[in-house]
């Protein structure tokens, strides 16, 4: 197996996965990107929250150049990405009872608000308890993860469900478990995951989606630009400084 045939086979097999998700999740794609517009219309604020390799679509749609300004991460200590050592304490923290609570209660959210929670399989004490506690204070949740999990494997928390039983919507990415999409000879286990790609894709439509949106309603969504290009560190400073109120990654 030559490089470029494993890689022509993970190309395929992603834009596969996004033909799903395009397809079979339009409406969903739509109503939480209405849930978001609504939400800002209405004065609430919007943040996203993902731990280990689900941080990564959350990250995404935060502080980045043709992005919602008003997207504003979650942060957790040692779950934002892979950033603590060793890099298995991050996945330990996520089944550690109260901890998302604790997270929640030092946080600016508040009633009113809207949270997107990225997790791949939904199961684990972290996003669960997270969604249930945010949607117990009225904070509207949108969960972002793969439903092949709540049907194929067991929850991994106490109260023994997952993170769709606690969503006021759901988006499904459709990856399967184990998030791997080849396998050859001589590679005991399946490789090559694909739902980095596929979630930050989803993500970006639902954001489009809110852009559209609000456009629709007549407010004109605060958009971040490229410092990259003349004029844009100015545009953004402008757009910080209007939105302040919402805006927590500029403090």
């Known amino acids: 197996m030559s490089d470029s045939e494993a890689a022509g086979r993970f ?48 990250q995404d749609v935060v502080y980045r150049a043709g992005g919602l300004a008003l997207m504003n991460l979650l942060p957790a200590p040692g779950l934002v990405g892979v950033d603590v050592m060793p890099a298995t304490l991050g996945s330990a923290l996520e089944r550690i009872e109260g901890l998302a609570s604790t997270v929640l209660e030092q ?6 608000d809207l949270l997107i929670v990225v997790s791949l399989s939904g199961r684990n004490v972290l996003p669960v308890e997270l969604a249930r506690t945010a949607r117990a204070q009225g904070i509207t949740v949108i969960g972002v993860t793969s439903l092949a999990y709540a049907t194929g494997t067991a929850p991994r928390n106490p109260s023994g469900d997952f993170l769709k039983d606690h969503c006021d919507l759901v988006l499904d990415n459709k990856i399967s478990i184990g998030d791997a999409e080849l396998t050859a000879e001589g590679v005991g286990a399946p490789f090559a995951p694909a739902s980095t790609v596929v979630t930050s894709a989803l993500m970006q439509a639902v954001i489009a989606t809110a852009v559209e949106e609000l456009a629709k309603s007549g407010k004109e969504p605060p958009m971040l630009r490229t410092g990259n290009v003349d004029g844009g560190h100015e545009w953004n400073k402008h757009v910080m400084t209007d939105y302040a109120d919402r805006i927590f990654y500029h403090r």
């Open 11 to 58: 190309f395929d097999a992603a834009i596969g996965l996004l033909r799903r998700v395009q397809n079979e999740e339009s409406e969903q794609i739509t109503a939480a990107g209405r849930l978001i517009a609504d939400t800002v219309i209405e004065g609430g604020r919007l943040f996203t929250f993902g731990a280990g390799h689900s941080s990564l679509p959350a």
């Open 107 to 112: 946080s600016p959210l508040r009633a009113g």
